[in-house]
């Protein structure tokens, strides 16, 4: 059964990767928006969605705050999916590797 455990790690590290690269990307949109959106709203550009970056409010358009919720939400999904394959991964091991005494 070496096949499955390597595959499992695999699984694991892929998941993680995934994970990292949408919290990554999570925290750089915030920071891009906090510094290059305006921080009056304009209601004739759209930009009508209050958001609070670090003390600071900056407007958004419905895009873009749609974007930034959808990314935050895949974010914790992703972190989520990691932490149950990688915490049942161990849990398996444990279990594989614990004989029963006859």
């Known amino acids: 059964m070496p096949a499955?455990?390597?595959?499992?790690?695999?699984?694991?590290w892929a998941t993680g990767f995934v994970a990292l690269v949408f919290a990554f990307s999570t925290v750089y949109l915030v920071h891009y928006y906090g510094g290059t959106r305006p921080t009056v709203a304009q209601v004739q550009t759209g930009r009508i969605h209050p958001a609070k970056i670090h003390e600071r409010t900056v407007y958004l358009t419905t895009g873009e705050y749609a974007l930034?919720?959808?990314m935050h939400m895949i974010a914790i999904v992703a972190?989520?999916?990691?932490?149950?394959?990688?915490?049942?991964?161990?849990?398996?091991?444990?279990?594989?590797?614990?004989?029963?005494?006859?």
């Open 4 to 12: 499955s455990g390597s595959n499992s790690k695999k699984l694991v």
């Open 79 to 102: 972190i989520g999916v990691f932490l149950g394959i990688a915490l049942g991964s161990v849990r398996k091991n444990r279990t594989e590797t614990t004989t029963p005494e006859a």
């Open 68 to 70: 930034a919720f959808t």
